[in-house]
């Protein structure tokens, strides 16, 4: 088992580039099955869920190749409709393929997704949205299979609630449906309108994305891409969650500041300041400027649930009160115990999260339970003074390339520990 050892309280002083967004590009790998010829997604950070993404379009006999930057794609005629088990159970997003083998395969089986345990995270929207569009259902116990032997066909769907995922399940599922489809009740987020940019460029005809309400007119087939998904707005929070709780100043090259201002608005409350230059951002924090802050997350464009985590770590060192009520999720405060280890006083009651300063802590073993928590204890343990281990660096990897070494090349103390190097640091 691997683990970090920070040794925190340090400035962050330097350039950091912001990579492609994780949830821009897993819908858009999906995708790329849909589309005939060589597919090349590029500026992909190495993300463990990037690489199950090739697992699963190999495993249903197509080709993926990932050089840790650029993920190429070519589809291949097979029989294989069925994602296999311990893949789906390795993130949630294998979901996102439901669309693209209903249309290469006229089947698909998958096996209930896993991912991180942030709630109950139901997929009824995108099985609804099918049968609609004519797919037939079959559940077992464990997996569900679609069945569309003859296509999809266009309809009207109201969505009964904007998920991020069962709008671009059903934006797929429409590009190559016969007619027209008309979605309502979208969600708005800046990846569901990247997902609809990459499949314009492979030809599809989609209208409206960003907005409430999709026209999407079906074409018969997608034509081979190049494409570079959008920078990741999650990272960037992360970063400026680094500086303002540690101080320092920080450029972060593409940054995509249009995705930012909610998350920017709360930082500014606390002494941090932001520069938007044409190529990038400047973040400065000299001093704390103590703020009680209160924040409720929600469907784009409110404040971002993945952010909520990373709001709080920013807060470590702020003299104020946070309440963080959760708009999305049952289950995000994950990280609450881990940061009262960190001398803060942490209250969660249902969807509500109350954080304030108790005392000062110079040593804590803490644990990751999701991908934004661990995110969240890495800036925190940057932030307080002394010597903190994390665990359960499975989570982060998801979602970061080395989140080590992008606070390290700031001049944070975080090291990755092997088990190897545990062992003989213990002997
Ligand atoms: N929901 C349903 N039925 C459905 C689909 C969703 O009830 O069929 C509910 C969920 O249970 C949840 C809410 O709708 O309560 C929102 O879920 P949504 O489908 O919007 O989320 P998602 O597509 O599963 C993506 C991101 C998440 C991010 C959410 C919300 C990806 C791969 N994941 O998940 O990112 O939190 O949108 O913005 O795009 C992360 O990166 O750490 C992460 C969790």
New binding site residues.
């Given amino acids: 088992m691997e683990r970090f050892t920070v040794n925190g309280g340090k400035a962050l002083f330097g350039c950091v580039a912001v990579p492609a967004a ?2 821009a590009i ?1 819908p858009i790998l999906a995708a790329s099955l849909m589309t005939d010829g060589e597919t090349v997604v590029k500026n992909c950070p190495d993300l463990s869920d990037i690489r199950v993404s090739a697992d699963i379009i190999r495993a249903v006999g197509s080709m993926a190749a990932f050089d840790g930057s650029s993920f190429w794609t070519v589809y291949n005629e097979s029989e294989k409709s069925a994602i296999p088990q311990p893949l789906c159970s390795k993130m ?2 294998g979901i996102l393929y439901l669309a693209p083998l209903l249309y290469r395969r006229g089947k698909v089986t998958l096996y209930y997704p896993g991912g ?1 345990n ?9 099985l609804d949205g099918l049968q609609k569009m004519g797919a037939q259902l079959e559940c077992g116990e464990d997996k569900i299979t679609l069945l569309a032997p003859d296509g999809l066909k266009g309809t009207h769907f109201r969505l009964r ?1 904007p ?4 709008t671009q399940t059903l934006m797929m599922a429409a590009a190559t449906a016969k007619g027209i489809t008309i979605l309502h009740n979208c ?1 708005k ?1 800046p ?1 569901v309108v990247d997902l609809a940019r990459f499949l314009r460029c492979a030809g599809a005809k989609i209208t409206g994305a960003g907005k409430s309400e999709i026209i999407i007119q079906g074409v018969q087939s997608l034509n081979a891409v190049e494409y570079t998904p959008i920078a990741d707005r ?1 990272f960037a929070a992360t970063v400026l969650s680094g500086v303002n709780a540690c101080r320092g100043m920080v450029f972060l090259k593409n940054y995509p500041a249009e995705y930012m201002h909610s998350f920017e608005k709360v930082l500014k409350q606390t002494g941090l300041r932001i520069v938007h230059l044409a190529d990038g951002a400047v973040a400065v924090k000299i001093f704390d400027r103590a703020a009680d802050i209160k924040v409720h997350t929600g469907f784009y464009p409110a404040f ?3 952010m909520g985590p990373l709001l709080s770590a920013a807060l470590i060192n702020n003299n104020g009160t946070l309440v963080l009520t959760e708009g ?2 049952e289950n995000r405060f994950s990280y609450a115990e881990q940061f009262e280890k960190l001398g803060l006083c942490c209250k969660v009651s249902g969807t509500e999260y109350y954080q304030t300063p108790k005392n000062s802590i110079y040593t804590a073993q803490l644990k990751a339970a999701d ?2 928590a661990g995110a969240a204890l890495v800036v925190a343990a940057l932030a307080k003074r002394g010597n903190f281990t994390i665990e359960g660096l499975e989570y982060i990897d998801r ?1 970061y390339e080395k989140i080590e070494d992008v606070f390290s090349a700031l001049g944070g103390n975080i090291r990755r520990n092997t088990f190897e190097q545990q062992q003989k640091s213990k002997s």
Avoid at 163 to 166: E, F, K, L, N, T
């Fill in positions: 994780k949830n897993l949630r997003s991180c942030i709630g109950k995270r139901q997929i009824d929207i995108h609630l998920s991020v995922g069962a969600a987020e990846e999650i971002s649930t993945d999305i999720f991908l934004r979602g």
